[in-house]
């Protein structure tokens, strides 16, 4: 486990953000055949990485958008943009909800709860409370 005190020598400038044993972790270390390894600095949560963000200490954060949205805030400092590289396959992810296969009538319940809280806009007041743009793509 490495922390920003690990790399006393090391730039600000050089450094990226995550929250360990993540996806944004994993890419990080072996991507271009690990040569960002050692500028990779693992936190306990994108939150605590955000902290070191703000204050300086970091370059940059990889981590999921609704979690760095949520721990920027109101700070627009910064921009938030998706990672463009082509060696990142995956750029969102689809959510859902699991029940047991013999329970069908709590699965549409569910799902019907779900799609009339979309509807009357509690999902996104949810959204934007907590400072996360609802994307719906």
Do not use: C, Y
């Amino acid at each position: 486990h490495r922390d920003l005190h690990s790399f006393p020598t090391r730039r600000s400038s050089d450094l990226i953000g995550v929250e360990g044993r993540t996806l944004s972790d994993a890419f990080l270390l072996g991507v271009l055949n690990g040569r960002l390894r050692d500028n990779v600095v693992h936190f306990a949560g994108v939150d605590k990485a955000i902290e070191k963000l703000k204050a300086g200490e970091l370059a940059a954060v990889m981590g999921p958008r609704s979690e760095i949205e949520n721990a920027m805030g109101k700070d627009t400092r910064f921009v938030i943009e998706t990672v463009q590289m082509p060696e990142l396959k995956i750029n969102s992810w689809p959510l859902g909800m699991a029940v047991k296969a013999d329970a069908e009538d709590l699965a549409t319940a569910l799902s019907g709860a779900l799609s009339e809280l979309q509807k009357d806009g509690t999902v996104a007041a949810i959204f934007k409370r907590h400072g996360v743009v609802l994307r719906t793509n």
